[in-house]
């Protein structure tokens, strides 16, 4: 059995617990990392120095997205301060086709190193609402991956793997204690200061988990 | 009617043919223009060239794709001289994902600029055998957008299309004549040199297109 993985790595929660699942269950895996103009390199720090701590491989991919057109990208806009988390919409930290951008990068890295998987942390319980994050997206990128793809023609087809997309964020949390995930390592904020800022839809997300699963969040503590 | 258009533009005979085709069906087009790590830059300059002879913008995006694994990309594979153009398989020039990569920045740069349609010069018919140049392929991308994009929740589904796929290459010399693209702009050659090497797949197709198109080629002339 070929148990090569590709696993896209933030150095978040989320990706941090899929890549400590993915060693878990046996894959030799290849972080991907993005440095794909966030304002800050905070997260792409974090996330080599997760994959260090797994004894995982990464390579960072540098792309440019000319447009902007995000908060995560654009120092015009600004990240949302304490939205509310059932907010109906998809907020303006969005980055157009920012997971397909991704999931196409994972692809031809899988087919390059001959692996099968890929292992992506989308989550569609406890998230910000956006589209690329649910599992119809998930199934529909895994067909026409298998249409588009040459290893598809030769038998080998990719599989997107998502271990947390049904859970609620405080079992992603249980789980990441379970895995023994570093989460003094993880940096799950958007914004790039010393500490996490607490107010941003992402560091409220994260309390809250931490708050429902009953744990205390170790990077919060030990930074 | 909204119609900011998309074009995957490589600088060759089919993509710089599928720019003027959307020029002359109206679109205001923004032509997208890939710097991804090819061996000669050539045809980005051409591509350029052929975006402001059509009178449109054009943006380069630089990506890295550190995992080479073609003959496009890694020095160390060499670009085919006089392959059968009818043989089987899929050859070494095959860029892992690379239409899959190429439509996901289109995706993005369409959601960021409210476009609803991308076009790609993908064709099926004298084509070098990529999956990803097949209608199935495309349909399928499609439909993957329908679920994954922010904008096709809010009722703008963007569209690909792919005015060249089911046409022959002696059909799209017809048409880029009748267009009047700048044959004499245009790149196909797979290598870098002063002039197109003639013996790689792309340029062997594309003579075989102008041989039975009975025109001649204006690239070829006036270099």
């Known amino acids: 059995m070929n148990k090569k993985a590709v696993i896209l790595l933030s150095g ?13 269950q046996g894959y030799d895996c290849h972080c991907l990392i993005f440095d794909y103009g966030q304002k800050h390199k905070k997260e792409i720090i974090q996330a080599k120095a997760v994959a260090r701590a797994a004894g995982c491989k990464s390579v960072v991919v540098k792309i440019s997205l000319p447009w902007k057109g995000s908060a995560l990208l654009d120092n015009k806009i600004s990240v949302p301060r304490g939205r509310a988390l059932n907010a109906k919409g998809i907020p303006v930290t969005y980055v157009p086709a920012r997971n397909i951008i991704f999931l196409s990068f994972a692809a031809s890295f899988a087919e390059a190193i001959g692996s099968k998987t890929i292992f992506i942390g989308a989550n569609a319980v406890d998230y910000s609402g956006y589209p690329d994050c649910r599992p119809e997206f998930i199934r529909s990128y895994q067909a026409m991956l298998a249409r588009g793809l040459k290893s598809s023609y030769e038998g080998k087809r990719i599989k997107v793997v998502t271990p947390l997309i049904h859970l609620s964020k405080a079992k992603i949390v249980k789980l990441a204690v379970k895995l023994k995930v570093p989460l003094q390592l993880t940096w799950s904020c958007y914004n790039g200061a010393a500490k996490p800022c607490g107010v941003c839809d992402s560091c409220r997300l994260r309390a809250q988990g931490f708050l429902q699963a009953k744990i205390k969040d170790s990077a919060l503590h030990e930074r």
């Open 12 to 24: 978040g929660l989320d990706s941090s617990t899929t890549l400590y699942d993915a060693v878990a």
